[in-house]
């Protein structure tokens, strides 16, 4: 005796799996901002900061522009804006710690060379 095969079942209707909203200016933003602030912390080794000074002062700007971009979408997309507002945090921290960096070497500049 031999099974018959099951009727066919109907097509259900394929539903999108919805992605939670994400905000990748405020991820990217955060992340350059740590990474601004690691940079500049290689700057108190002398030849380190050598190396990683344009590093640092690039990674702290794109930190500030990501931060206030990643800001403002999180208006529309209605996540990310506490890591934009650490992006923006880290990004201005490292860049105000830079331009102290940039000053102190410059005054130390002239008066030892007069």
Request: a positive charge; proline letters at 7%; glycine letters at 10%.
């Amino acid at each position: 005796m031999t099974i018959p095969p099951l009727p066919p079942t109907p097509q259900t209707a394929q539903t999108a799996s919805v992605r939670p909203a994400s905000n990748g200016l405020a991820t990217s933003a955060t992340v350059l901002g740590v990474v601004a602030l690691v940079f500049t912390a290689f700057n108190i080794v002398p030849l380190l900061g050598l190396l990683f000074l344009p590093l640092a002062i690039l990674s702290a700007i794109a930190a500030i522009l990501l931060g206030h971009l990643g800001f403002s979408a999180s208006r529309r997309v209605g996540v990310g804006r506490k890591l934009a507002i650490v992006g923006l945090v880290t990004g201005y921290i490292a860049a105000a710690a830079l331009v102290w960096y940039l000053v102190s070497w410059a005054v130390g500049v002239t008066t030892a060379f007069g």
